[in-house]
Protein backbone atom coordinates (compact mmCIF):
# COMPACT_ATOMS: atom_id res chain seq x y z
CA UNK A 1 0.00 0.00 0.00
CA UNK A 2 0.80 3.53 -0.92
CA UNK A 3 -0.26 6.54 0.83
CA UNK A 4 0.10 9.95 -1.20
CA UNK A 5 0.50 13.15 0.96
CA UNK A 6 -0.68 16.36 -1.72
CA UNK A 7 -0.04 19.72 -0.14
CA UNK A 8 -1.65 22.57 -1.98
CA UNK A 9 0.27 25.63 -0.31
CA UNK A 10 3.85 23.83 -1.30
CA UNK A 11 2.57 22.49 -4.43
CA UNK A 12 3.97 18.93 -3.80
CA UNK A 13 2.75 15.68 -3.45
CA UNK A 14 4.80 13.18 -2.00
CA UNK A 15 4.79 9.30 -1.52
CA UNK A 16 4.84 7.40 0.81
CA UNK A 17 5.07 3.40 1.30
CA UNK A 18 2.75 1.36 3.74
CA UNK A 19 4.85 1.64 7.04
CA UNK A 20 6.39 4.89 6.64
CA UNK A 21 6.32 6.64 10.27
CA UNK A 22 5.69 9.84 7.83
CA UNK A 23 2.44 9.03 7.55
CA UNK A 24 -0.25 11.25 9.61
CA UNK A 25 -3.30 10.70 7.83
CA UNK A 26 -6.08 12.39 10.28
CA UNK A 27 -8.64 14.45 8.87
CA UNK A 28 -9.12 18.09 9.44
CA UNK A 29 -10.29 21.31 8.45
CA UNK A 30 -7.40 21.69 6.12
CA UNK A 31 -6.73 18.30 5.15
CA UNK A 32 -8.55 15.60 4.60
CA UNK A 33 -8.10 11.84 4.39
CA UNK A 34 -8.68 10.27 0.65
CA UNK A 35 -10.68 13.89 0.18
CA UNK A 36 -9.20 16.97 -1.40
CA UNK A 37 -10.08 20.05 0.70
CA UNK A 38 -8.29 23.64 1.20
CA UNK A 39 -4.51 22.37 1.50
CA UNK A 40 -4.61 19.13 0.21
CA UNK A 41 -5.29 15.62 1.72
CA UNK A 42 -3.95 11.72 2.12
CA UNK A 43 -4.99 9.59 -0.32
CA UNK A 44 -4.10 5.81 -0.07
CA UNK A 45 -3.38 3.68 -3.15
CA UNK A 46 -2.61 -0.08 -3.90
CA UNK A 47 0.50 0.55 -6.36
CA UNK A 48 2.51 3.92 -6.74
CA UNK A 49 1.29 3.58 -10.20
CA UNK A 50 -2.36 4.48 -9.19
CA UNK A 51 -0.53 7.44 -7.08
CA UNK A 52 0.79 8.38 -9.99
CA UNK A 53 -2.31 8.39 -11.99
CA UNK A 54 -4.05 10.14 -9.80
CA UNK A 55 -1.63 13.27 -9.89
CA UNK A 56 -1.79 13.25 -13.25
CA UNK A 57 -5.67 12.85 -14.11
CA UNK A 58 -6.68 15.74 -10.80
CA UNK A 59 -3.99 18.07 -12.94
CA UNK A 60 -2.23 18.51 -9.58
CA UNK A 61 0.61 21.59 -9.96
CA UNK A 62 4.04 20.51 -9.14
CA UNK A 63 5.88 17.20 -9.57
CA UNK A 64 5.42 13.66 -7.10
CA UNK A 65 8.64 13.37 -4.31
CA UNK A 66 9.08 9.80 -2.76
CA UNK A 67 9.62 10.02 1.05
CA UNK A 68 13.85 10.14 1.73
CA UNK A 69 13.23 8.24 4.87
CA UNK A 70 10.83 5.03 3.50
CA UNK A 71 11.92 5.36 0.05
CA UNK A 72 8.84 3.29 -1.85
CA UNK A 73 10.11 2.85 -5.28
CA UNK A 74 13.85 1.53 -3.91
CA UNK A 75 12.53 -2.09 -5.02
CA UNK A 76 12.92 -0.61 -8.85
CA UNK A 77 15.96 -1.74 -10.35
CA UNK A 78 17.23 -1.48 -13.74
CA UNK A 79 17.16 -5.36 -15.40
CA UNK A 80 19.71 -5.90 -17.94
CA UNK A 81 18.31 -6.65 -20.88
CA UNK A 82 20.74 -8.49 -22.96
CA UNK A 83 24.07 -10.17 -22.51
CA UNK A 84 27.12 -9.12 -25.02
CA UNK A 85 30.07 -10.97 -25.22
CA UNK A 86 33.05 -9.09 -26.28
CA UNK A 87 36.14 -11.32 -28.08
CA UNK A 88 39.56 -10.18 -27.64
CA UNK A 89 42.56 -11.47 -28.96
CA UNK A 90 44.07 -13.88 -26.78
CA UNK A 91 46.79 -12.77 -24.46
CA UNK A 92 47.31 -14.78 -22.13
CA UNK A 93 44.88 -13.73 -19.40
CA UNK A 94 41.85 -13.87 -18.51
CA UNK A 95 40.79 -10.23 -17.06
CA UNK A 96 40.60 -9.69 -21.14
CA UNK A 97 37.45 -11.85 -21.44
CA UNK A 98 34.66 -9.24 -20.51
CA UNK A 99 30.94 -9.74 -20.37
CA UNK A 100 28.83 -6.18 -20.42
CA UNK A 101 25.17 -6.26 -19.43
CA UNK A 102 23.32 -3.99 -22.02
CA UNK A 103 21.07 -1.62 -19.92
CA UNK A 104 18.36 -0.76 -22.89
CA UNK A 105 16.92 2.31 -20.00
CA UNK A 106 15.55 4.75 -22.05
CA UNK A 107 12.56 2.72 -23.72
CA UNK A 108 12.06 0.29 -20.48
CA UNK A 109 11.18 4.09 -19.04
CA UNK A 110 8.76 4.55 -21.95
CA UNK A 111 7.77 1.51 -21.30
CA UNK A 112 6.82 1.76 -17.84
CA UNK A 113 5.74 5.50 -18.05
CA UNK A 114 2.86 4.28 -20.44
CA UNK A 115 2.02 1.45 -17.95
CA UNK A 116 1.72 3.70 -15.00
CA UNK A 117 0.62 6.89 -16.65
CA UNK A 118 -1.10 5.47 -19.50
CA UNK A 119 -0.75 7.29 -23.00
CA UNK A 120 -0.50 11.13 -23.58
Known amino acids: ?26 TTKQKGVNEMRVDGGWFTFESAGEA ?26 DVAMAGLDISTPRTGCDACGTRVEVL ?13 LGSK
Request: glycine share 4%; proline share 3%; net charge positive.
Open 1 to 26: MFWLDVDLLTQTATLHSGECIHIVPK
Open 52 to 77: MRFHKVNRLSGDVKTCLLCRPLDHLK
Open 104 to 116: DTKSSYRRLLSKL
